[in-house]
């Protein structure tokens, strides 16, 4: 069974509840989500692989760890999960990113596919896989299916607010990939959406409602 990570430094949970607010434009919904995003990081991140290097410090010479980088994929799913990808940037820079594209039809729900471009060799990299939302977890386990078609191995999900719902879905239908979030809330409503939640995440990240 995977398990679930739920990150909840005072710092993650504070700008988490300024996004939450539905006063929060999309200017300082985005920059928050980019901040969380790299404090999460820190807990995703903290088995990525290393290497040893031979360096010099003004003193002596040493052996040294140094990231792995270029181990790494990010693939954010489109578009919500685009506003997650910069803050992970920012520790790993030589990530690269892969992106897929899914969106929710509004009455029955199920994740519709209209774009994937990996990195070519994404099946030799860890993976994480961007998504403020894990509602259903439709979305998020098509996206995991289609990463393992092409041969990844190591994944892990990292999500912002989590529906029990989507939780347990992921939990069943992907038992190797670890769940990271900042919060599992309370259910989902009719149409959907995470309650609390912060309403549509993409909407708020790019201004389009
Ligand atoms: C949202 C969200 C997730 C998905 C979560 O995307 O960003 O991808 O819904 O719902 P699920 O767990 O029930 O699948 P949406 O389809 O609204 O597309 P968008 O990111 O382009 O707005
Ligand atoms: N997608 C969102 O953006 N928000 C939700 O609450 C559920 C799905």
Same mark, same amino acid.
């Not at 031979?54 to 999960?81: D, F, N, Q, Y």
């Given at each position: 069974?995977?398990?679930?990570?739920?990150?909840?430094?005072?710092?993650?949970?504070?700008?988490?509840?300024?996004?939450?607010?539905?006063?929060?434009?999309?200017?300082?919904?985005?920059?928050?989500?980019?901040?969380?995003?790299?404090?999460?990081?820190?807990?995703?991140?903290?088995?990525?692989?290393?290497?040893?290097?031979?360096?010099?410090?003004?003193?002596?010479?040493?052996?040294?760890?140094?990231?792995?980088?270029?181990?790494?994929?990010?693939?954010?799913?489109?578009?919500?999960?685009?506003?997650?990808?910069?803050?992970?940037?920012?520790?790993?820079?030589?990530?690269?990113?892969?992106?897929? *594209?899914?969106? =929710?039809?509004?009455?029955? !729900?199920?994740? #519709?596919?209209? @774009?994937?471009?990996?990195?070519? &060799?994404?099946?030799?990299?860890?993976?994480?896989?961007?998504?403020?939302?894990?509602?259903?977890?439709?979305?998020?386990?098509?996206?995991?299916?289609?990463?393992?078609?092409?041969?990844?191995?190591?994944?892990?999900?990292?999500?912002?607010?989590?529906?029990?719902? *989507?939780?347990? =879905?992921?939990?069943?239908? !992907?038992?190797? #990939?670890?769940? @990271?979030?900042?919060?599992?809330? &309370?259910?989902?409503?009719?149409?959907?959406?995470?309650?609390?939640?912060?309403?549509?995440?993409?909407?708020?990240?790019?201004?389009?409602?």
């Amino acid at each position: 069974m995977s398990q679930v990570h739920v990150i909840d430094h005072p710092m993650i949970q504070h700008k988490l509840t300024i996004m939450r607010n539905k006063e929060t434009g999309s200017k300082d919904f985005r920059q928050l989500l980019e901040e969380i995003s790299l404090l999460m990081g820190y807990e995703v991140t903290r088995d990525i692989p290393l290497e040893e290097v031979e360096i010099e410090t003004p003193i002596c010479k040493m052996t040294a760890k140094r990231v792995l980088g270029r181990k790494l994929a990010i693939v954010p799913i489109l578009r919500a999960g685009m506003g997650m990808v910069e803050g992970l940037h920012t520790l790993v820079p030589v990530a690269k990113v892969g992106h897929i *594209g899914l969106y =929710r039809n509004e009455e029955t !729900h199920e994740p #519709v596919v209209y @774009f994937c471009k990996l990195p070519e &060799d994404i099946q030799d990299r860890m993976v994480i896989v961007t998504d403020p939302m894990l509602a259903t977890g439709g979305s998020s386990c098509d996206a995991l299916s289609m990463l393992k078609e092409r041969g990844c191995k190591n994944i892990r999900l990292m999500c912002l607010v989590a529906a029990p719902e *989507g939780v347990a =879905r992921v939990q069943k239908e !992907h038992p190797d #990939v670890d769940i @990271f979030v900042a919060a599992v809330d &309370d259910h989902l409503n009719e149409d959907a959406y995470i309650v609390p939640g912060l309403g549509d995440a993409g909407d708020r990240i790019f201004g389009t409602k």
